[in-house]
């Protein structure tokens, strides 16, 4: 298996592994063809990291954030904003006001990047089914960590669910996160914000 920078021809693969892996998410609900636009944006911004972890032909992971949140989601906005509202159309119609609401939190989202510290965003972190348990995920993310730091990040960060999620809070925990603070959002759910100090893993 490697590990390698995704290519923009794997947009439409990125999205299907995205919509199976995370069913019902904020994103997911959007549309494949939003997703698409998102991992088309991830792939073609300086701002951006995207890898995916391949086994032959086979894409098995994939992990993708901006290094800069603020600046790659404005620019995204600029670039992508009129296909993204479009791409959306077929879910406004069927539930237009949650769709709706959902859109207009993904258009105007910056990144909740931590008050104190600037860095690094995993956006997003999935395997497929036949990957799982094999270690993908470790490995995307220390490949993440490391071209982030690379590309002058002190930090990382990403949100969570804190609720009903305890696997992956616990896998981000080994995988060296902090527990930064919690993010209360509309309609009562509670994200978990983790961070990790990227100059502290290399000393130690």
Known sequence: MVIRPARLDEATVLARL??????????????????????RGFISSPEAVCLVAEDGSTLLGVVAGPVRPREFF???????????AFSAIP?????????????????T???EAPAAVSGALVS????AP???????AVRLLEAFCD???RRGARYVYLTTDRDENAGVNAFYTRAGFRLESEIR??????????????QAHVEH
């Open 130 to 136: 036949a990957g799982r348990g094999s270690g993908i």
């Open 18 to 39: 995205h919509r199976e892996s995370f069913p019902g998410f904020f994103l997911t609900s959007l549309g494949e063809p939003f997703l698409r636009h998102l991992y």
């Open 124 to 127: 997003t972190v999935c395997v």
């Open 109 to 111: 989202y910056r990144g």
């Open 185 to 198: 959002r509309d309609g009562g759910r509670v994200m978990n914000r983790y961070l990790k100090d990227l």
């Open 91 to 107: 879910g406004l119609l069927r539930r237009p006001g949650p769709v709706a609401r959902r859109l207009l939190a993904a258009l």
């Open 74 to 84: 404005r620019g995204l906005l600029y670039a992508r904003g009129v296909y993204f």
């Open 147 to 149: 071209e982030a730091r």
